[in-house]
Nanobody, 115 residues
């Protein structure tokens, strides 16, 4: 099994930055793809960014050029650097990790972009 714990959410003004972290309970060398989803009130959960064990990344069109996903396998932590934040980025952000054919989820962290 894998436990994932997000941190780094909060309230930020439009144009600001936040860095989300997702700490894994086991070595990330054993975890395959990882990524971030988000869910705004009344909306479906959407994929924000993903990263393979080899470091290949994909992004939603809405965040390309603003968000950067990365993983530090030695520290068992994945990151989502979010720059130039917009009010429409407001959501609960969830990290996930694929381990032994199962997908594990974190509990979510709230990101609110507002002036």
């Amino acid at each position: 099994q894998v436990q994932l714990v997000e941190s780094g959410g909060g309230l930020v003004q439009p144009g600001g930055s936040l860095r989300l972290s997702c700490a894994a309970s086991r070595s990330m060398y054993t975890i395959n793809a990882m990524g971030w989803y988000r869910q705004a009130p009344g909306e479906q959960r959407e994929l924000v960014a993903s990263i393979t064990s080899g470091g290949s990344t994909k992004y939603a069109d809405s965040v390309k050029g603003r968000f950067t996903i990365s993983r530090d396998n030695a520290q068992s932590t994945m990151y989502l650097q979010m720059n130039s934040l917009k009010p429409e980025d407001t959501a609960v952000y969830y990290c996930y990790g694929d381990f032994e054919l199962r997908r594990y989820w974190g509990q979510g962290t709230q990101v609110t972009v507002s002036s």
